[in-house]
Each structure stands twice: as C-alpha cells, then as structure tokens.
C-alpha cells in the first residue's frame, strides 16, 4: 500500500494540487490529509467516493490499492480558431487515459511557462520605449 500512496502523492504533485487545497475544499484539517496520505489513516468508503469524485480516481483503488488508480483521464482539448471555441472532452481507461492525463498536466505546465514569458517580453518590451 506504500508505493500506492507514493503514486498518489507524485500523482497529485504532478497537477499542482496541495495537501492546504484538499483540506480547504473538503473542510478538514491539513493533518487530516496528511495521514492519509501517508497511511496513517486509511481511506472510508465517504472519503475514497470524494477523492473519486474530486480527483478521477478509483475508488476501488482508494479502499484496496489493486486496480488502476485512475479510473479514467479527462482531457479537455481546447482548439481556437479566430476567437471560435470548440472544447472537446476525452475520457479514455487504463494506461493510455493515465498518459493522457501526463501530457494535460504537461501542456499546463508549458501554457503557464508561455504566460510568464509573454510578460517578461512585455516588461523588456516597454522599458526601451
């Protein structure tokens, strides 16, 4: 159960998501996460049905540590054309839903990474006007 707890914690590093987050959205303590993400608590059959919810994960998963973590990937796909928005939402099982679910947390890290070099550009830009 250890190295699925380990897969849960890189899981949910890997998007961003913080123990204060879990613990502010669910309305417990940060302490109250803490353990159970180190197995000092396990999961209950209320808490493991939110983590799904919230998280995609399997609950399942949550309870036993046999299966697959996620019980799917969602990846919004978002292609603009002159200002026309066309969202796609994809939800794929197994190990290609978890790559899926790799390179959306990937192409956020990248847009961010966009985002603060347009502004570095913009700062460069009008101190030498």
Known sequence: MEDN???LRKYLETHGITQEQIAKEFGVTKSAI????TGKRP???QSAKRWSER?????????????DMLKTA???IDHSVAGNNNNVAVQTPGLIGK??????AQRKLVERLVTMLEKVVEQLTSRKE
């Not at 803490?34 to 993400?37: K, R, V």
């Not at 399942?60 to 540590?65: F, I």
């Open 5 to 7: 707890l380990k897969k």
């Open 74 to 76: 969602n990846i919004a």
């Open 99 to 104: 790559a899926l679910d790799e390179i959306a």
């Open 55 to 67: 998280f995609g994960l399997s609950v399942a998963w949550l309870l036993t540590g046999e299966g």
């Open 43 to 45: 999961f209950g059959k």
């Open 34 to 37: 803490n353990q159970l993400l």
